[in-house]
């Protein structure tokens, strides 16, 4: 089955603690990228990815790394979490054919930082 | 720069009534336009996408959608609503280099029984 896998689904943190989200995605696609969702703001990209080793900034990178170094790979790395990073993330990837290509989003993870 | 903006952050709707959200796109070349939906501890599900071949496109569960250049809107419709269609509705815009989907803050769509 085609999906987007992230894990893990809930993460309770404390403030700068380092942590990972991982997401992977079985459909060999080029594109990939991470979203944040909070309430009010819809969907805020914080990182994509055009292929492997190939990441830029979205809107909101502050705080967050990223990294490519397999094709179906994508982990979100927060390296000092702090509170205003609470939110819900979704992991999303796409194929280069064409610019319409609908993205194919994972289930969300949603941390928490104390 | 590139902005999508949905009018209402909730629509109530009886069931078997018209549901009408609305989206508004600022681009200076008509973009890519998507309508994804948002059911509960779930990521977003594609309805129905714009790309330029019709101006009427016809989506998922009964869901269709109007490009209108004039207007720059990309309003979705459904004739009669279900209470399975309660959640949150997404329009987005995708610039044609395939950089960035720029999502609305969302609709949540309520239906009354």
């Known amino acids: 089955e085609a999906q987007v896998t992230q894990n893990p689904r809930y993460l309770i943190t404390v403030t700068g603690k380092k942590l990972t989200v991982t997401c992977s995605q079985n459909?060999?696609?080029?594109?990939m990228s991470w979203y944040r969702q909070d309430p009010g703001l819809g969907l805020r990209q914080i990182y994509y990815s055009m292929n492997v080793e190939v990441t830029d900034k979205g809107d909101v990178p502050e705080g967050y790394k990223v990294s490519r170094k397999e094709k179906r790979n994508f982990p979100l790395i927060l390296e000092s979490p702090s509170p205003n990073q609470t939110s819900l993330y979704f992991c999303?990837?796409?194929?280069?054919?064409?610019?319409?290509?609908?993205?194919?989003f994972g289930n969300g993870t949603r941390l928490t930082v104390t | 720069a590139q902005s999508v903006t949905q009018l209402g952050s909730h629509v109530s709707v009886s069931e078997g009534a018209l549901v009408l959200l609305r989206c508004n796109y600022s681009?200076?070349?008509?973009?890519?336009l998507f309508w994804y939906v948002q059911y509960p501890n779930q990521g977003l599900q594609l309805l129905l996408k714009?790309?330029?071949?019709?101006?009427l496109v016809k989506g998922i569960n009964g869901f269709e959608a109007e490009f209108k250049k004039s207007e720059t809107s990309f309003h979705l419709t459904k004739p009669s609503a279900h209470m399975s269609d309660a959640a949150e509705y997404f329009c987005?815009?995708?610039?044609?280099?395939?950089?960035?989907?720029?999502f609305g803050t969302g609709t949540r769509l309520l239906v009354s029984p």
């Open positions: 459909m060999n696609h080029e594109y």
């Open positions: 999303a990837s796409s194929s280069f054919g064409g610019s319409s290509s609908p993205l194919h």
């Open positions: 681009s200076s070349v008509p973009p890519y």
């Open positions: 714009y790309t330029s071949a019709a101006t």
């Open positions: 987005a815009s995708m610039n044609t280099g395939f950089q960035k989907l720029v």
